[in-house]
């Protein structure tokens, strides 16, 4: 669908066109869109392509994958234009920007599992290069980890692919055709198959035992790729959940649910500990994300309607929060060169409409009522509560933990006497305002009318909790 | 049959040898080659001939006489110019090149085990030469001679194996061979829901199950060593470090193809019995394969020279297709020539960059691979494809190529060794970064000492092609290899 995207010749405006061109099919696809029709994809694409294994070319969208869609779009086409502040090699930059949106978009649309498996894979590529060559200090230790890591884990998925290439009758890797078939597969098999993809999943996502990778990462990636990291590549591991692990290894998952649920809470309360023990904005904000990230596990563990439509809620909230921190971030770093939370006092005073920026958006990732974050937790925790009540009891520390960080940075960074060597410190720019204001305007607008989001993917998401829950 | 193949090859080599201008004989080269991939291309679709019972030409020689062909003409555009072969005789280099090919191709359709060992002996002494052919040169030399010294080691020991079998069975023809050995029954084998072929019973043994193993355990040391899988891949770093580059990616391709196609013809025809009867051979080439990918990979990473991290590759790539052996299905067999096919592609594509940036650079270290991104943006963009393909990233030909072995492992349940084989591709990434790392996040320093030659990078051109395309859609070389392979399995 975006290949042609490689033979971009590197002018910015080049890459931002292209970003947007993603951004206007995906409002076109949003306004064809119908989300009454359950149990079938919109806008599908089917070709062959390797008729001797029954490789198929085939793309669709439903309620799950438009939300995702419309986030990727909108956050590759912001984070292109706040790439401008990348000097250096621009040409490159941006022929490897767009061969990773490619694969990004790529994986939430493909409904035959090698064709999302390339997808997914193709990705690793770029973002290696993205985070080596314009990355920060440490840039080459962290690019290599991030590419190893889930390298490792999607090979891993790759054997569980397989298995349910082998087991399925006719052998088909078709998403679909396998859904339908989930009934035939034996619940061992589920199990470890339903493992296989966790483990591909979980370090995309990325669950508590294999988080380590994403500080790093996070970090040291330019600014425009933190923001694609935290705000896309992050639900990539939540999408693989709800879109293949769930609806085609349900029994797996039943059986999976509860460890499923234990490591979200594990994610919520753990990330917003080690959050709370950073000095480097940027780190704060990663391990805000392993955080945040713990609401979708717990959401989808849950299985009911609203735990589903929170999960996917909190993808894509955390997806323009957590987008417009980085920005945020990277905007400051550019003028100060700095990071550390100590080495800022008092910024309040000399760039007024900056903190003020900041703080609204930190407010939104504490999950302040009214706007999008707190919708979003509040649906995932609601939906789990009857199935999880002592876990979601747990999972409310983290919500004060990540309160109490967020508050104290505020604290200690705007707030206070302003540090002699910020004099002259400039104020947030137009560009970069173009970059943030539509994500902020997105975080009040879900945040008080939550339904356009909702009105989106509840069909769908209800269908795959119907599924899921007659065959507990 | 081979005589469209082989003729062509022999009248080639001798009109070469008669002092062609030095400037046409890489051209002459590469129209031979084509020629005989032509020739080849054509008895496609005739049906299987034997010679004498000693050659046959079948759609399994074709696919391997198309990669070796294929071998030999990118092999002859790089080394057109290639500077460290300057002052050496250019036109003999040629014939060499032409006769080892024809020597490898015999290999692929010899089925009498006088005419395999005339074959690989032929083919081997032609190696060393090439090996060796850097005049002056001491490390190209001494490369040469230890190649030399294991090859005649190795080749001694699996004449021994070739006479013992000739002893037991009184033939040299497989076939004759497989007819003294016990019957063994083929049947669709399943796992899950999908079938495949593969041997189930057996009758008892008739031949001394001991003298028959020993036989085997010797003939696989010989082709070991073609093929360099571990432990009798030693000459291997150091012949491809001292060796021309050229001639490392031929060998590492061609010659190691051509071993490929001796073990899966004697495991054609004669495997079934050694396994049901003569006990689990499959385990032991299962062991072979898994050491050759941890080996290879877990050495390969500390190498700084980038010839040698590239012939570790080669050792662990030899164990990986080798599992496609160990399947011991259509599917597995089907899966190694396609592994073969798409490895040709990208390993001379990564020998070959590597052998233009030493033409152009002089540096063949990894300190001297820093900066290449800026200093030569294409070479260093080409480079990272072939190495990314040869790690195994999807869209690329590497990816596909394992894939299909995987598959081919997981539909005999042998997860184990599937395993194995993802988390050495893991590690070979991180081997494979090693190069991508100061080539992209390194400082540029140093002169270029020469310009990149118009037919290496023709040569070079056409293996990024390969690499790409058949990455992206493998279907016409998937259903060729189901076609080659399927004739030679037992009927039912």
């Given at each position: 669908m975006l290949l042609p995207e490689r033979w971009v010749t590197g002018i910015r405006a080049v890459g931002v066109a292209f970003t947007a061109v993603a951004m206007g099919f995906s409002a076109w696809a949003l306004a064809v869109?119908?989300?009454?029709?359950?149990?079938a994809m919109q806008l599908e694409e089917l070709h062959r392509w390797i008729p001797s294994v029954n490789v198929f070319y085939h793309l669709g969208i439903d309620g799950l994958s438009i939300p995702l869609f419309i986030l990727t779009t909108l956050l590759s086409f912001l984070a292109a234009i706040a790439s401008?502040?990348?000097?250096?090699?621009v040409k490159e930059y941006y022929a490897l920007y767009l061969l990773l949106v490619a694969g990004m978009l790529g994986v939430f649309v493909s409904l035959d599992l090698f064709l999302f498996y390339v997808f997914w894979e193709v990705m690793l590529v770029p973002m290696y290069f993205l985070i080596g060559m314009?990355?920060?200090?440490?840039r080459e230790y962290a690019a290599i980890k991030f590419f190893l890591y889930t390298l490792l884990g999607s090979v891993i998925m790759l054997l569980g692919i397989l298995a349910l290439y082998f087991t399925a009758q006719p052998h088909t890797f078709d998403m679909l055709e396998l859904m339908r078939q989930q009934?035939?597969?034996?619940r061992t098999f589920q199990i470890i198959v339903f493992l296989a993809f966790f483990v591909g999943f979980a370090i995309k996502v990325p669950v508590f035992p294999f988080h380590t990778w994403l500080p790093d990462a996070h970090v040291e990636a330019p600014t425009a790729i933190s923001v694609l990291l935290a705000g896309v590549l992050l639900k990539m591991g939540g999408y693989g959940l709800l879109r293949?692990?769930?609806?085609?290894l349900p029994q797996g998952a039943h059986w999976f649910a509860w460890p499923l649920a234990i490591l979200g809470v594990i994610n919520i309360v753990y990330g917003s500990l080690v959050a709370m023990a950073q000095k480097d904005l940027k780190k704060l904000i990663a391990y805000s994300s392993v955080g945040h990230m713990g609401f979708v596990l717990l959401g989808a563990a849950a299985m009911t309607p609203t735990g589903l439509n929170g999960a996917v809620m909190q993808m894509f909230c955390h997806g323009i929060i957590t987008g417009a921190l980085f920005l945020l971030v990277g905007v400051l770093y550019d003028r100060a060169h700095v990071r550390d939370?100590?080495?800022?006092?008092?910024l309040a005073v000399r760039v007024p409409v900056y903190v003020g920026i900041m703080s609204f958006t930190m407010f939104a990732s504490l999950g302040l009522?009214?706007?999008?974050g707190f919708v979003a937790e509040f649906l995932s925790l609601a939906g789990a509560f009857p199935v999880f009540p002592v876990l979601v009891i747990i999972s409310g520390a983290g919500i004060v933990i990540t309160a109490a960080y967020f508050l104290w940075t505020i604290r200690r960074m705007f707030l206070g006497k302003l540090m002699?060597?910020?004099?002259?410190l400039p104020d947030i720019n137009f560009r970069e305002l173009v970059t943030v204001v539509p994500l902020m305007i997105l975080m009040v607008l879900i945040g008080v009318y939550p339904s356009v989001l909702i009105k989106l993917m509840n069909p769908a998401l209800t269908e795959l909790s119907r599924v899921m829950m007659a065959l507990k | 049959m081979i005589l469209a193949g082989g003729a062509v090859l022999l009248v080639a080599a001798s009109a070469a040898s008669r002092r062609f201008a030095g400037a046409v004989a890489p051209y002459f080269t590469v129209a031979v080659a084509a020629a005989t991939a032509v020739a080849a291309l054509v008895l496609w679709r005739e049906p299987a001939v034997s010679w004498f019972g000693a050659l046959t030409v079948d759609p399994f020689f074709v696919i391997f006489a198309v990669i070796f062909c294929a071998a030999l003409a990118l092999v002859a555009l790089l080394s057109a110019?290639?500077?460290?072969?300057?002052?050496?005789?250019?036109p003999e280099y040629y014939a060499l090149l032409i006769m080892v090919t024809c020597a490898v191709s015999f290999m692929a359709s010899a089925t009498n085990l006088v005419l395999i060992y005339v074959a690989i002996e032929f083919s081997s002494i032609l190696s060393y030469v090439l090996v060796g052919y850097?005049?002056?040169?001491r490390f190209s030399a001494e490369a040469g001679l230890k190649y030399f010294l294991y090859g005649a080691a190795a080749s001694a020991v699996m004449l021994l194996g070739f006479g013992l079998l000739y002893g037991m069975t009184?033939?040299?023809d497989l076939a004759a061979i497989a007819r003294s050995l016990p019957r063994v029954e083929w049947a669709f084998g399943s796992w899950g829901y999908l079938t495949f072929l593969a041997p189930v019973t057996g009758a008892a043994a008739t031949l001394p199950p001991e003298f028959v193993f020993l036989a085997f355990a010797l003939i696989l040391v010989g082709l070991g060593y073609k093929i360099s899988?571990?432990?009798?891949?030693?000459w291997a770093p150091d012949a491809y470090q001292g060796a021309p580059t050229p001639i490392a990616a031929f060998l590492s391709v061609a010659s190691k193809a051509s071993g490929f196609a001796v073990i899966l013809r004697l495991v054609l025809t004669l495997h079934a019995p050694l396994d049901m009867?003569?006990?689990?051979?499959t385990k032991y080439l299962a062991a072979l394969a898994v050491a050759s990918m941890v080996f290879g990979v877990l050495v390969g990473?500390?190498?700084?020279?980038v010839r040698r991290l590239l012939a570790y590759s080669s050792i662990a790539h030899a164990g990986f297709a080798l599992l496609g052996v160990v399947a011991d299905t259509h599917l597995g067999f089907a899966s190694v020539l396609v592994y073969l096919a798409l490895y040709a592609a990208m390993n001379i594509g990564a020998f070959g960059t590597v052998a233009v940036i030493g033409h152009v650079t002089g540096g063949y270290d990894l300190k001297d691979y820093a900066g290449m991104g800026k200093r030569h943006p294409i070479l260093a963009a080409a480079l990272a494809v072939f190495l990314l393909a040869l790690a195994g990233?999807?869209?690329?030909?590497g990816f596909f190529a394992k894939f299909y072995i995987l598959a081919a492992l997981i539909a005999r349940d042998y997860i184990f060794l599937a395993v194995v084989a993802i988390l050495a591709s893991v590690v070979a990434l991180f081997m494979y970064a090693r190069v991508l790392k100061p080539m992209y996040f390194g400082k540029a320093e140093g002169e270029d000492m020469r310009r990149v030659s118009p037919a290496a990078a023709v040569a070079l051109l056409i293996c990024f092609i390969f690499t790409v395309l058949l990455g992206v859609w493998p279907q016409p070389l998937v259903a060729w290899a189901k076609a080659a392979v399927v004739p030679l399995l037992p009927r039912i």
């Open positions: 869109f119908d989300p009454g029709i359950t149990g401008f502040s990348i000097k250096e090699r314009w990355g920060g200090e440490r009934g035939t597969f034996l293949v692990s769930f609806p085609i939370i100590d080495a800022f006092s008092g009522p009214g706007l999008a002699p060597r910020w004099e002259n | 110019r290639y500077a460290p072969l300057e002052g050496s005789d250019r850097i005049r002056g040169d009184g033939a040299t899988a571990v432990p009798f891949h030693m009867v003569y006990g689990g051979w990473i500390v190498q700084k020279d990233i999807p869209p690329l030909a």
